[in-house]
């Protein structure tokens, strides 16, 4: 039978549990305990100004054997005329019962709120972490993306879930930037009057509202998309900040009004397992300065955002952040690989565009829906 979380004990344990049952595969990037906790407080998530959520766990002879989390997002809904609820933070072991207790506990919780469908696995909102990944197993997650073992779709699919949406990542060699792009690149910042930069960290505040100015209204009818208020995206943003690399990060602007963003970031799950999860031990700074050091080698980069405001969209302009792009990444060094998404997997034009510039689906993230 699942429990709610109601001590710091159990919080404690809820936290540890993806530790104890994955840590031994190498395809787990133990995130800082720090950030579990900060996701989950409901005085330091801005998420909890607007939104609900209940923490379950069920255990096994004394010890947790899995956990999930049931979200209420009432700006959701208002958004997209739903009642929709959601489940995330969902780890557990090869087992179906257990597996059943958790998401027929964050059911009934979502139920009693009057929603009608229950999806996921999303971390809360569609902005964190989403969906479970369901092929392309056998290397770690890259920043900002989720692990789970290949055994969680079938646990979830024998639970009564079935697939709402895939989500897909695709990879990109670097090799050598097609001329042709360049010249195309070049003439569509002639003809739009563009002006494309890279990040100002002396202005970040302002930096970043500037990125939620374009995300807004060139995701705005995604499927699944609401805005993040400004306190959640400001939070976002200083969580980022100490991973960006300013000169991966482009704005393209008009008589400056930004119109399009290119966000990419150094692949810190590549650093993090050497911290072990923890930036200090025994009140020294161990993890920070493993931390640190292990960055040096980060070599690969995902292309979280790439977006044009929509009265320019297919002029162009996404080629000319692209390329802008593709050659910052070989500049400053990151020749291990780049991610580009996700993207929905109904998104044909967008997934095109990327077939054509070289890029290759490798990972499919599903968001699983049970009707409540």
């Known amino acids: ?15 540890e549990l993806p530790y104890r049952l994955h840590g ?5 990037v133990p995130p800082l305990r720090g950030d579990c906790r900060r996701l989950l407080d409901r005085r330091r998530n801005p998420f909890f100004a607007y939104g609900a959520a209940e923490l379950f766990t069920v255990r096994r002879a004394g010890r947790v054997a899995g956990r999930v989390v049931a979200v209420d997002n009432p700006r959701h809904n208002a958004a997209h005329q739903a009642r929709d609820g959601f489940f995330g933070q969902f780890a557990c072991v090869d087992d179906e019962p257990v597996a059943e207790a958790l998401l027929s506990a964050a059911a009934d919780w979502l139920r009693a709120r009057g929603l009608g469908t229950m999806l996921g696995p999303v971390d809360l909102t569609t902005h964190g972490e989403c969906g479970l990944q369901v092929d392309g ?10 692990y789970n073992p290949a055994y969680y779709p079938g646990l979830l699919e024998s639970c009564g879930l079935g697939k709402a949406k895939d989500l897909w990542t ?3 060699e670097l090799g050598p930037l097609d001329e042709r792009l360049a010249r195309i690149a070049g003439q569509v910042r002639r003809r739009h009057g563009l002006t494309v930069r890279t990040l100002d960290m002396t202005d970040f505040d302002a930096e970043a509202l500037r ?5 807004d209204r060139a995701w705005q009818h995604n499927w699944g998309f609401t805005p993040m208020t400004e306190a959640e995206f400001a939070a976002l943003a200083r969580r980022l900040r100490g991973i960006i690399d300013p000169a991966l990060i482009h704005l393209a602007e008009i008589a400056g009004e930004p119109v399009a963003v290119a966000l990419v970031l150094p692949d810190a799950n590549q650093a993090l397992p050497a911290a072990r999860g923890r930036l200090s031990s025994f009140g020294l ?4 300065i493993r931390l640190v050091l292990a960055a040096r080698r980060i070599d690969r980069t995902r292309a979280v955002l790439f977006g044009v405001v929509p009265r320019l969209q297919g002029r162009g302009i996404e080629t000319l952040l692209f390329t802008r792009a593709y050659e910052s990444i070989k500049a400053r060094g990151y020749t291990g690989g780049l991610e580009l998404g996700w993207t929905l997997e109904d998104n044909e ?19 699983y829906q049970r009707a409540l």
């Open 211 to 215: 990125i939620k100015h374009v995300y």
């Open 349 to 367: 034009a967008v997934n095109r565009y990327l077939v054509a510039g070289g890029c290759t689906h490798t990972k499919t993230y599903r968001i």
């Open 170 to 172: 695709w990879s990109h």
């Open 1 to 15: 039978m699942a429990e709610p979380v109601r001590t710091r004990r159990a919080l404690r344990d809820f936290v």
């Open 285 to 288: 700074p161990i993890g920070l």
């Open 24 to 28: 031994a595969d190498p395809c787990f």
């Open 137 to 146: 197993f056998g290397s770690p997650p890259m920043v900002m993306m989720p």
